[in-house]
């Protein structure tokens, strides 16, 4: 089993910034994607941005060049820089591990981003 742990989330003025991390403990497979997804009010869950262990990055239309995702791999930690945050941005923020081989999904309890106007 695997566990993540996010934090870091809050509330923030349009403009701001916020960074979030996400720790994960347990029996983690060497290959994998760690990432965030987000969830607003009404809306499907959606991709934000993952990262590969080996580094490679993935991001969704309306967060690039404004998000950052980077990771420790040997504290199997992920982050995640967010700046220029709009209140579009506002969602509840999961994060997730999955196996490159095999089917281990995980996922993280969600952590609230608010973006006031």
């Known amino acids: 089993q695997v566990q993540l742990v996010e934090s870091g989330g809050g509330l923030v003025q349009a403009g701001g910034s916020l960074r979030l991390s996400c720790a994960a403990s347990?029996?983690?497979?060497?290959?994998?994607?760690m990432g965030w997804y987000r969830q607003a009010p009404g809306k499907q869950r959606e991709l934000v941005t993952t990262?590969?262990?080996?580094?490679?990055?993935n991001y969704g239309g309306s967060v690039r060049g404004r998000f950052t995702i980077s990771r420790d791999n040997a504290k199997n930690t992920v982050f995640l820089q967010m700046n220029s945050l709009k209140p579009e941005d506002t969602a509840v923020y999961y994060c997730?591990?999955?196996?490159?081989?095999?089917?281990?999904?995980?996922w993280g309890q969600g952590t609230q981003v608010t973006v006031s106007s």
């Open positions: 990262i590969t262990n080996l580094g490679s990055t």
């Open positions: 347990g029996s983690i497979t060497s290959f994998n994607v």
């Open positions: 997730n591990l999955r196996a490159i081989f095999g089917t281990d999904d995980y």
